[in-house]
């Protein structure tokens, strides 16, 4: 979470033994195991996918469930401007699967 002190309204909260990361109060992140990772959609995954980033994925009831967030490289995390952007390329995405 220290990564993202710079960024006005983050804020997290614990969930499913990691950490659920939000920015004015909308769900955008998630930490599991120490790693970070951001929402991904049609507008954010080229770039994901370009670094060779996967999406977070587990295991539940004999089979595997794959999730819409992917890794944050760690390139990115090492630059906190490039690093904003991809805050803010996450959130749009997440305002797009936001249930109404």
């Not at 033994?17 to 954010?44: C, E, H, P, Q, T």
């Not at 370009?50 to 009831?61: D, L, V």
């Amino acid at each position: 979470m220290d990564l993202l002190a710079d960024v006005p309204g983050i804020t997290s909260r614990t969930m499913f033994g990691g950490w659920g990361i939000y920015k004015n109060r909308m769900f955008f992140g998630l930490i599991s195991d120490g790693a970070l990772y951001f929402k991904v959609g049609n507008g954010n995954r080229a770039e994901y996918e370009k670094m060779g980033s996967e999406p977070f994925a587990y295991y539940s009831e004999r089979k595997n469930i794959t999730l819409s967030y992917w890794l944050v490289p760690e390139e990115i995390l090492e630059n906190r401007d490039v690093l904003s952007e991809w805050v803010e390329n996450a959130v749009t995405e997440a305002q797009k699967t936001k249930k109404r």
